[in-house]
T-cell receptor, first 107, second 114 residues
């Protein structure tokens, strides 16, 4: 059974906000929620992570549901360089990977 | 550079041969991870090392796969008797600590088994 689920693909217009969802209904209390993205032909790069509270950094924001069974990565203003596959990952006693969401940014 | 490095960048081998893939993590990082990414697929966790603790091998797909980490630094992933389904990009990452720290990924080794 999948531990994290993400939509296969999403589209966004350039300079508009993007909300990328991830469901992780079986998350344990010690699992951290990490988001990474992978540009074509490159290794994954870190975006953001959190445990319980919402997090902000220069790249994005992470909104974590109160019950922690879901989270949302928020890109405040999508640019063409944000087109990538975004992975939601639970890291704790085990590693649970989402299938990734391929984000297309439309100029 | 101070990033994670992997070698070789590309490896082509014949079915049945053994291969070794190398990862040099960022200096000072105690956690090291190996992942596999098949063409068009997501990341698949293989194995995790943390300091001197026993590695977490729960992601290794078969007993043909093994990995070592010598001196808490360099790691080698070995695939014995390679099969065509082993063809993939093998990614290595390192971090200070498992749960709460950023993982820094290397560029990967593209393995092709003919």
């Amino acid at each position: 059974d999948a531990k994290t689920t993400q939509p296969n693909s999403m589209e966004s217009n350039e300079e508009e906000p993007v909300h990328l969802p991830c469901n992780h209904s079986t998350i344990s209390g010690t699992d951290y929620i990490h988001w990474y993205r992978q540009l074509p032909s490159q290794g994954p790069e870190y975006v953001i992570h959190g445990l319980t509270s919402n997090v902000n950094n220069r790249m994005a924001s992470l909104a974590i549901a109160e019950d922690r069974k879901s989270s949302t990565l928020i890109l405040h203003r999508a640019t063409l360089r944000d087109a990538a596959v975004y992975y939601c990952i639970l890291i704790g006693n085990q590693f649970y990977f989402g299938t990734g969401t391929s984000l297309t940014v439309i100029p | 550079g101070a990033g994670v490095s992997q070698s070789p960048s590309n490896k082509v081998t014949e079915k049945g041969k053994d291969v070794e893939l190398r990862c040099d993590p960022i200096s000072g990082h105690t956690a090291l991870y190996w992942y596999r990414q098949s063409l068009g697929q997501g990341l698949e966790f293989l194995i995790y090392f943390q300091g001197n603790s026993a590695p977490d091998k729960s992601g290794l797909p078969s007993d043909r796969f093994s990995a070592e980490r010598t001196g808490g630094s360099v790691s080698t992933l070995t695939i014995q008797r390679t099969q065509q389904e082993d063809s993939a990009v093998y990614l290595c990452a390192s971090s200070f600590q498992r749960e709460r720290d950023t993982q820094y990924f290397g560029p990967g080794t593209r393995l092709t088994v003919l």
